[in-house]
């Protein structure tokens, strides 16, 4: 299991805490990218590409969870505010994103969709004949309280769906300094920012003549 799926596994215990979170990612997760603290504290650090960083598990769970108290939804869904009462009856796709004022108006929801701060999620065990492509994002998964974790997934792969059906063109932008001076250029600081999105790995490897991948057969062609 990955990072994020513990958390959304934590956050299925009441009584989980904190202290517990980060034992569970301390035991379950040996891989080279993720280390461990010495003191087995509620910290954890991830290599990323750009570099080391460390993260703090208090209040990882709550933020986890976002769950509201029954009172305050039922407060909310029946409020005096149109706008209010519209946010807290309409429906959120797999990816957390709230649907149009047409498709909230439906009785039938989307495949894909689960009630606002809904407790349980939507139900992906009967099939339906075709199914839509942002259902396809959730096939697979129990019916349990979505999170902040699994709106993330499933957006990670809405994203990642999207990059491949296309070609997409990136518009890298650099920060010349941290005082919002003009004519003033730090070196150090835009280095950094070219090292760490890539940039510079990038003209790398076209400087070596490897700027398009090519298939072996074509290759050998």
Excluded at 20 to 31: F, G, P
Excluded at 91 to 101: E, F, I, P
Excluded at 195 to 219: A, D, L, P, Q, W
């Amino acid at each position: 299991m990955g990072l994020l799926d513990l958390i959304d596994e934590e956050s299925r215990f009441p009584a989980a805490t904190d202290q517990t979170l980060s034992e569970k990612l301390h035991d379950n997760i040996s891989s080279s990218f993720y280390i461990c603290p010495k003191d087995r504290g509620p910290t954890f650090t991830i290599l990323h590409y750009a570099g080391p960083v460390m993260y703090e598990t208090t209040g990882f769970l709550e933020k986890n969870r976002d769950t509201l108290h029954t009172e305050v939804l039922s407060l909310l869904r029946n409020a005096g505010n149109p706008l209010a009462r519209q946010l807290f009856q309409s429906y959120v796709t797999s990816t957390g994103g709230l649907l149009g004022r047409q498709e909230t108006k439906k009785h039938q929801p989307a495949p894909s969709a689960t009630p606002l701060f809904s407790r349980s999620g939507p139900d992906r065990s009967k099939g339906s004949g075709a199914t839509p492509k942002k259902a396809l994002l959730s096939i697979g998964t129990s019916k349990r309280a979505q999170t902040i974790s699994s709106y993330f997934v499933f957006s990670l792969r809405d994203l990642m769906s999207k990059m491949l059906r296309g070609s997409p063109h990136f518009v890298r932008c650099i920060k010349p300094n941290d005082v919002k001076s003009s004519e003033h250029f730090s070196v150090e600081k835009v280095l950094l920012q070219l090292k760490y999105t890539g940039v510079m790995e990038t003209t790398r490897i076209r400087k070596e003549g490897y700027s398009h991948r090519i298939t072996f057969r074509n290759f050998l062609k």
